[in-house]
C-alpha cells in the first residue's frame, strides 16, 4: 500500500512537472517567440490568421476566451502597466520598501534581500518590454553584445570604463570580458586561478571534479560566461542594487545568474553544493557577525571546497587592508580553512575534507560547531546562523562528497538519494523517462525548436533534475525550481552538476488535475504548447 502511495505521489509530481513545463514555454517568447517568423516581429502584432509555423488558422486570445461562460474566472483583457514597471521585480522592489515604510538594516544589506507586497499591492498586469525592444541576439554571439534597447542603461559602462566590464558601441552593449580583477579578460583569469592550483593541463573543471561554481557579487557575470567553456556551470548572483541591472545583463546576454545577495538570510541553496566560491572585489564585509558570511560559503562548500577571493585585502601592504587580511586569515583558520595559495592579487582557501580538524580544536574555540538539530540544508526564510555546518559521519569517513566527475555525475546516482528516500533505480528510472519525453517534446517542436532559439530554460517543478538532464546536448542552460515543500531535493540537482534555486510560487498555486495518473503513461498523449507574441508597449490591453 505504501509503494502504490508512493507511486500515486510521484505521478502528482510528474503530471505537475508537465504543466509547468507547458506553461514555461509560453513565458520563453518573450525573448524567443516573436523571432520565428518574421510576420511576429511587426510591432503591431497583425497577422492574416495563418500560422506560419504550424499551418492552420491562428486564435487570438479574445477568440479563445470567447465563451466567457465556461471561463468565468479568466478575464477577456488584461491591462498593461505603465511603462515606468517594464523592469519591475516584485519581491525585490526597493520602492516598496520605501512606500510600506519599512525599516531594513541597510548595514546588514536587509534591503537587497526579498520584501513582497501584500495581496492588495500586487501588480495584475502586463510587464511591458522597454521601449524599441528587440529580439535578443543569440547565443553564443549574445556572450559578447546585446541590444542597448533592451536593457537601455549604460551607467556601468561610464563607471568601470577602466575595467573592461562593458562597452557601448551604437545600438549594441559590448562585453569585452574583463572584470575588476581581470582586466585581461575572464578567460585569461580563469587558466591562471588553474595553474595557481596546479590543476592539470591549467583546466580549472580540474578533471571534471570542479563542475559547480558560486559567484558572489557577479557583476555583468562574465567570469560565469567563460566557466561554461570550461564545461563549469556557475551560479553568478549580485543585489539589485545602485549598479542598474547587472543580473538583467547576464540574463540578457544568456548566462546562467540571478539575483543573490549575502544579508541576514541563508541564500536559497542546499549545503555543499558547490565545489568553488569565488569573490572578485565583491566588497563585502567578511568579518562581520563573528564572520557569518564565510560561515554561510562554508555550508554551500563541498568537502574540500575552494574560495577564490581577489581583493586588496589579498595583496594590499597598507595598515587597514593588513589588518583585514590578518583577522579574515585567523577566522578562517578557526573554521578549519588553510591556504592553498596565494600569488599576485588572488589567494585562494581550501575547506577540509572531513571534521578532524573539527574535533581537534581547544574546547570554547570560535565559531562553534552548528547543533546537531540544525538542518544545513533549510533555506527557505532561514537566518544565516554563526556556526560551522559538521559533515555527517558517513561523509567524514569517505573525506569527500562521494561524487563521480563531470559529465558522468549527470546520470550516476548521488550519494544523498537516501537522504531524500529516493533509490537508485527510482533515480534512474525517472533519467529515462525524462530523457524519452524531451525527445518527444522536441519531435513535437520541431518545426518552431531550431538551433539557438532557446537558451534560458526554466524548470517550474524540477523534482530530481530529469528535465535539465535530458537537455544535455542542448545549447541551454536550466534553472531548476524546486517548491518550498520539495526543496531537500535540490541537492539531487547540484550532485548531478546542474544549478536551481527554491521559490514558493506554488503557494495556493498549484492544484489537483484530471487525469490523477501521468499523462504521459496514457495511451492519448496531449500536450499544449503556448506562444507569447511580441507587441507594442503602446498598446493599453490585450
Same mark, same amino acid.
Given at each position: ?14 503530471? /505537475? ?12 517568447? =518573450? +525573448? ?45 483583457? *488584461? ?47 502586463? *510587464? ?32 568601470? %570604463? ?72 556557475? !551560479? ?18 544568456? *548566462? ?23 569573490? %572578485? ?17 562554508? &555550508? ?5 571546497? +575552494? ?9 594590499? =601592504? ?5 589588518? *583585514? ?32 580538524? +573539527? ?32 559533515? /555527517? #559521519? ?6 569527500? /562528497? ?11 546516482? /548521488? ?44 524548470? !517550474? ?24 515543500? !520539495?526543496? #531537500? ?18 503557494? &495556493? ?34
Amino acid at each position: 500500500m505504501k509503494q502504490k502511495s508512493e507511486k500515486l505521489y510521484t505521478a502528482k509530481q510528474i503530471t /505537475s512537472a508537465l504543466i509547468a513545463f507547458i506553461f514555461l514555454l509560453g513565458l520563453l517568447c =518573450l +525573448y524567443y517567440g516573436s523571432s520565428f517568423v518574421p510576420a511576429l516581429s511587426r510591432s503591431d502584432g497583425e497577422h492574416d490568421g495563418t500560422d506560419p509555423v504550424l499551418g492552420g488558422n491562428i486564435r487570438d486570445f479574445d477568440d479563445l476566451l470567447e465563451d466567457q461562460e465556461h471561463n468565468p474566472e479568466v478575464p477577456k483583457s *488584461i491591462p498593461i502597466c505603465d511603462i515606468k514597471h517594464s523592469e519591475l521585480i516584485p519581491c525585490l522592489d526597493r520602492n516598496l520598501i520605501y512606500q510600506m515604510k519599512l525599516k531594513p538594516n541597510l548595514t546588514l544589506m536587509e534591503h537587497y534581500e526579498r520584501h513582497c507586497p501584500p495581496p492588495e499591492r500586487r501588480f495584475n498586469c502586463l *510587464i511591458p518590454p522597454p521601449i524599441g525592444y528587440k529580439i535578443p541576439i543569440r547565443w553564443p554571439e549574445s556572450r559578447d553584445e546585446v541590444w542597448k534597447a533592451n536593457i537601455p542603461h549604460t551607467h556601468l559602462a561610464q563607471e568601470k %570604463s577602466d575595467q573592461n566590464w562593458m562597452v557601448v558601441n551604437g545600438e549594441k552593449i559590448n562585453f569585452p570580458g574583463g572584470g575588476t580583477h581581470f582586466h585581461d579578460g575572464a578567460n585569461k583569469y580563469i587558466v591562471s586561478l588553474a595553474r595557481m592550483l596546479k590543476f592539470p593541463n591549467d583546466k580549472l573543471h580540474n578533471g571534471g571534479n570542479i563542475r559547480n561554481v558560486l559567484d558572489v557579487g557577479c557583476g555583468v557575470a562574465s567570469f560565469g560566461a567563460y566557466l561554461l567553456s570550461h564545461s563549469i556551470i556557475a !551560479m553568478s548572483i549580485a543585489p539589485n542594487d545602485v549598479h542598474e541591472n547587472q543580473i538583467q545583463f547576464a540574463l540578457e546576454r544568456g *548566462i546562467p545568474s540571478t539575483l543573490g545577495v549575502l544579508g541576514t538570510k541563508r541564500l536559497p541553496y542546499p549545503s555543499r553544493s558547490f565545489e568553488l566560491a569565488h569573490c %572578485s572585489r565583491c566588497r563585502i564585509d567578511w568579518l562581520q557577525r563573528d564572520g557569518i558570511l564565510l560561515l554561510e560559503l562554508d &555550508r554551500l562548500l563541498r568537502p574540500g571546497g +575552494y574560495f577564490a577571493y581577489s581583493s586588496p585585502e589579498a595583496y594590499a =601592504l597598507d595598515p587597514e587592508n593588513r589588518r *583585514i587580511w590578518n583577522a579574515m586569515h585567523d577566522l578562517l583558520r578557526r573554521m578549519c580553512w588553510r591556504v592553498a595559495v596565494k600569488k599576485d592579487q588572488t589567494v585562494i582557501w581550501q575547506k577540509p575534507l572531513g571534521n578532524g580538524c +573539527y574535533l581537534k580544536r581547544d574546547p570554547g574555540t570560535q565559531p562553534p560547531l552548528c547543533s546537531t538539530g540544525d538542518d544545513p540544508d533549510a533555506t527557505w526564510n532561514v537566518h544565516m546562523k554563526a556556526c560551522i555546518a559538521p559533515y /555527517s #559521519a558517513k561523509m567524514h569517513k569517505q573525506r569527500g /562528497s562521494g561524487l563521480v566527475p563531470w559529465p558522468k555525475r549527470l546520470t550516476a546516482a /548521488s550519494p544523498r538519494l537516501e537522504d531524500i528516500g529516493v533509490s537508485p533505480e527510482q533515480f534512474h528510472e525517472d533519467t529515462n523517462i525524462w530523457q524519452f519525453r524531451v525527445n518527444e517534446y522536441w519531435k513535437q517542436m520541431k518545426s518552431v525548436v531550431r538551433k539557438n532559439y532557446f537558451r534560458n530554460v526554466m524548470d !517550474m517543478n524540477s523534482n530530481l533534475g530529469g528535465f535539465g538532464a535530458a537537455l544535455k546536448d542542448t545549447d541551454v542552460w536550466v534553472m531548476n525550481v524546486a517548491p518550498v515543500n !520539495m526543496s #531537500a531535493r535540490l541537492k539531487i540537482i547540484y550532485d548531478r552538476g546542474l544549478i536551481g534555486t527554491v521559490h514558493d510560487w506554488w503557494d &495556493r498555486w498549484l492544484s489537483e488535475v484530471e487525469p490523477r495518473s501521468d499523462a504521459l503513461s496514457l495511451s492519448e498523449e496531449r500536450v499544449l504548447i503556448a506562444r507569447k507574441k511580441l507587441w507594442s508597449g503602446g498598446v493599453s490591453a490585450m
